[in-house]
């Protein structure tokens, strides 16, 4: 069985414009309990907030991208307010 590549590549392009179209309800997103379970880990695990950061940043999604930023971020305060409270601790 042999394969048109213009053929496909034409239906790629139509299928790209077609998923472009789709009103943003229809984008994949996450449920908000997932969402706020998953900003509350991150805060309270550092490592475990890096590493799911560094997965969803990774995705294509818009929404996973800014879940995955806020999870990196919230794992970022922990570890500067760590170093604050032992700063304050021993010094």
Known sequence: MKYDKAKIDELAEKYDEFQKKQP??????MDALTVI????????????????GAMYISK??????????NCLIWSLINIILTF????????
């Open 24 to 29: 943003l309800n229809m984008i994949k997103k």
């Open 37 to 52: 379970l998953l900003y509350f880990g991150s805060f309270l695990v550092p490592l475990a907030g890096i590493i799911v």
């Open 60 to 69: 294509d999604e818009e929404h996973y991208k800014y879940v995955g930023k």
């Open 84 to 91: 604050i409270f032992l700063a304050f601790l021993f010094a």
